[in-house]
């Protein structure tokens, strides 16, 4: 079994930074990519930043400047840092790791956080 565990979420006034982390756990052999999405209520759950295994990140364009993803890859944990925020930015953020799983034999998984809630507002 593998899951993920996001933490970090919460509310902060407009201008504000949070935090997100991403933990995986389990049999892992080995984690790709690494994405953070997000989902506004009444709207669909878009792509926020990409990064890969070797460290080649990609972000959307509403985030671009403002938001920077990492990873720990001897933790298999990925990282949202999020400064500038803006009451658009409101969202429940999902993480998504892609991976293998150290079984026989191997199985490549696409595994999804819980999420955690973002509100700007003041």
């Known amino acids: 079994q593998v899951q993920l565990v996001e933490s970090g979420g919460g509310v902060v006034q407009p201008g504000g930074s949070l935090r997100l982390s991403c933990a995986a756990s389990g049999s892992i052999l080995r984690v790709y990519a690494m994405q953070w999405y997000r989902q506004a209520p009444g709207k669909q759950r878009d792509l926020v930043a990409t990064?890969?295994?070797?460290?080649?990140?990609n972000y959307a364009d509403p985030v671009m400047g403002r938001f920077t993803i990492s990873r720990d890859n001897a933790k298999n944990v990925v990282y949202l840092q999020m400064n500038s925020l803006k009451p658009e930015d409101t969202a429940v953020y999902y993480c998504k790791q892609d991976l293998t799983m150290a079984t026989v034999p191997v199985k490549y998984l696409e595994i999804w956080g819980q999420g955690t809630l973002v509100t700007v507002s003041s």
């Open positions: 990064i890969t295994s070797g460290g080649i990140t």
